[in-house]
């Protein structure tokens, strides 16, 4: 039996920071009546911690980060009525943390970080069990792993849909009806049980495919910000919130380095056509964002994205004129050291790309290693850039709009573009410039294009 109006609801770390965050989140909850699955992350700064003890820390540094962990979940304990009823629970997960964090200070491996980082969620979302339970709440506590069925790729694990589909409608569909159901995001185990990671912006992502295994009406994603906005506001205090957008269009978003949503939850959602709310626990009342397949009259201009930290690799050679292979060959060496291609533009001597780095557990990860350059050295001249940022403007029916480089690149003279991106998608129309010009081009094409 499905239930038409299920709604699922993700809750990130700042909504269960802290006993006041959770409670607003409880609030929020309870609002809605057909919100059935509660998806929760970590309680904030825990993920980083527990990331910090799985990379082998000496015994002074383990206690120190043990410590703060307990603080900000024992914070949350020592509030609660009962708080002796879940004490237990949590000291147990907190005695599985050394444990793994000593193994780890004597060997690290991405089995044992996934293991490590998946007691954050546990955590969470048996506290957040306790506070709904105070107010009188059927709530039940249910482990994710039990059906979020996933590859061995540990830390960036892939999902078997299918598996989840039929594990979901056997154990998860028949709870709906008895009661709310808390659950974990992030995280589910491979065929030998041992637990993984589902990689960044995962718990949007378990919100998602929950939904179209459980075919629900509507997945809500509440963080620290009302909705999805035409540009960062910390960059640009005038951004305004986007009441409606298009599956694409956040999509492109999230890819060019909006920070609301991962271009990877919005895949199950896509394919099952569910909506997906973007709202504030902190301010619910203030609105938000519906995500959904179309919207109405699409404006030519809907917003831009900033990422930072782009390096630009420029590869010339003279064999490249009139040659066959060249690029084949390039991209070759590219695909050997498991580096994707994000930008690109080509002229008869010479290419010029800048390397995806989505999804790599931390930003410092270069994709460009000396013996990846190596390669590349035999075969051409490269030039590296660094401390790039790239922009982009994602509307609709770009490339088919007249006028659209003099509005965007008139008003551009002071600064210097790098590189140009545009024709492939008309989605989006993408550009390189230097790093500390970024934000003064973002407020200069937002006064321009959106006020």
Same mark, same amino acid.
């Given at each position: 039996m499905s239930y038409p109006q299920t709604v699922i609801a993700k809750f990130g770390g700042t909504s269960v920071a802290d006993y006041d965050a959770m409670n607003r989140s409880a609030d929020v909850v309870l609002a809605d009546e057909n919100v059935r699955v509660v998806v929760l992350s970590a309680s904030a700064g825990i993920t980083n911690l527990l990331v910090a003890l799985a990379s082998g820390l000496e015994a002074t540094e383990r206690f120190v980060k043990l410590d703060a962990i307990r603080k900000i979940q024992y914070d949350i304990v020592e509030r609660l009525a009962n708080p002796q009823i879940i004490r237990e629970e949590v000291e147990r997960l907190l005695e599985n943390i050394t444990t793994l964090a000593e193994a780890a200070s004597l060997a690290t491996s991405t089995a044992l970080t996934d293991e490590l980082v998946s007691h954050g969620e546990l955590m969470s979302t048996l506290l957040f069990v306790e506070i709904l339970r105070e107010r009188k709440i059927d709530a039940q506590w249910f482990d994710i792993r039990k059906i979020m069925r996933t590859n061995d790729r540990f830390g960036r694990a892939e999902p078997d849909v299918a598996t989840l589909a039929e594990l979901a409608n056997q154990q998860l569909q028949p709870r709906l009806a008895q009661s709310l159901v808390i $659950?974990?995001?992030?995280?589910? *185990?491979?065929?030998?049980?041992?637990?993984? $990671?589902?990689?960044?912006?995962? *718990?949007?992502y378990t919100a998602a495919l929950l939904g179209e295994a459980l075919h629900a009406s509507r997945v809500d994603i509440w963080t620290d910000v009302p909705g999805i906005y035409t540009t960062d506001p910390r960059v640009v205090p005038a951004a305004k919130r986007i009441d409606k957008i298009a599956f694409e269009e956040a999509a492109e978003m999230a890819t060019f380095g909006a920070k609301v949503l991962h271009p990877a939850t919005l895949m199950p959602a896509v394919r099952s056509d569910i909506p997906v709310f973007v709202g504030s626990s902190k301010d619910?009342?203030?609105?938000?964002?519906?995500?959904? /397949?179309? $919207?109405?009259?699409?404006?030519?201009?809907r917003a831009l994205a900033l990422r930072r930290k782009q390096t630009l690799v420029t590869l010339n050679s003279l064999s490249m004129l009139h040659s066959h292979g060249f690029l084949a060959e390039v991209f070759n060496i590219l695909a050997q050291h498991n580096v994707s291609v994000d930008l690109i533009t080509t002229s008869e001597v010479s290419i010029a790309l800048t390397l995806d780095t989505t999804g790599s557990t931390s930003n410092s990860d270069s994709p460009l290693t000396t013996s990846l350059l190596t390669e590349l050295s035999s075969l051409c001249r490269v030039e590296v850039e660094e401390n790039l940022a790239l922009i982009a403007i994602i509307g609709n029916k770009l490339s088919q709009a007249c006028g659209?480089? =003099?509005?965007?690149?008139?008003?551009?003279?002071?600064? /210097?573009?790098?590189?140009?991106?545009?024709?492939?998608?008309?989605? /989006?129309?993408?550009?390189?410039?230097?790093?500390?010009?970024?934000?003064?081009?973002?407020? =200069?094409?937002?006064?321009?294009?959106?006020?």
């Amino acid at each position: 039996m499905s239930y038409p109006q299920t709604v699922i609801a993700k809750f990130g770390g700042t909504s269960v920071a802290d006993y006041d965050a959770m409670n607003r989140s409880a609030d929020v909850v309870l609002a809605d009546e057909n919100v059935r699955v509660v998806v929760l992350s970590a309680s904030a700064g825990i993920t980083n911690l527990l990331v910090a003890l799985a990379s082998g820390l000496e015994a002074t540094e383990r206690f120190v980060k043990l410590d703060a962990i307990r603080k900000i979940q024992y914070d949350i304990v020592e509030r609660l009525a009962n708080p002796q009823i879940i004490r237990e629970e949590v000291e147990r997960l907190l005695e599985n943390i050394t444990t793994l964090a000593e193994a780890a200070s004597l060997a690290t491996s991405t089995a044992l970080t996934d293991e490590l980082v998946s007691h954050g969620e546990l955590m969470s979302t048996l506290l957040f069990v306790e506070i709904l339970r105070e107010r009188k709440i059927d709530a039940q506590w249910f482990d994710i792993r039990k059906i979020m069925r996933t590859n061995d790729r540990f830390g960036r694990a892939e999902p078997d849909v299918a598996t989840l589909a039929e594990l979901a409608n056997q154990q998860l569909q028949p709870r709906l009806a008895q009661s709310l159901v808390i $659950t974990q995001g992030f995280i589910g *185990s491979e065929a030998k049980g041992r637990t993984t $990671t589902l990689g960044r912006g995962g *718990s949007d992502y378990t919100a998602a495919l929950l939904g179209e295994a459980l075919h629900a009406s509507r997945v809500d994603i509440w963080t620290d910000v009302p909705g999805i906005y035409t540009t960062d506001p910390r960059v640009v205090p005038a951004a305004k919130r986007i009441d409606k957008i298009a599956f694409e269009e956040a999509a492109e978003m999230a890819t060019f380095g909006a920070k609301v949503l991962h271009p990877a939850t919005l895949m199950p959602a896509v394919r099952s056509d569910i909506p997906v709310f973007v709202g504030s626990s902190k301010d619910p009342k203030a609105g938000g964002t519906l995500v959904c /397949n179309k $919207t109405e009259n699409p404006p030519l201009f809907r917003a831009l994205a900033l990422r930072r930290k782009q390096t630009l690799v420029t590869l010339n050679s003279l064999s490249m004129l009139h040659s066959h292979g060249f690029l084949a060959e390039v991209f070759n060496i590219l695909a050997q050291h498991n580096v994707s291609v994000d930008l690109i533009t080509t002229s008869e001597v010479s290419i010029a790309l800048t390397l995806d780095t989505t999804g790599s557990t931390s930003n410092s990860d270069s994709p460009l290693t000396t013996s990846l350059l190596t390669e590349l050295s035999s075969l051409c001249r490269v030039e590296v850039e660094e401390n790039l940022a790239l922009i982009a403007i994602i509307g609709n029916k770009l490339s088919q709009a007249c006028g659209v480089g =003099k509005e965007v690149f008139g008003v551009l003279d002071p600064f /210097n573009i790098r590189m140009i991106c545009y024709g492939a998608s008309s989605y /989006n129309l993408c550009f390189l410039v230097p790093g500390d010009d970024a934000e003064k081009v973002v407020q =200069k094409l937002h006064h321009n294009l959106f006020e």
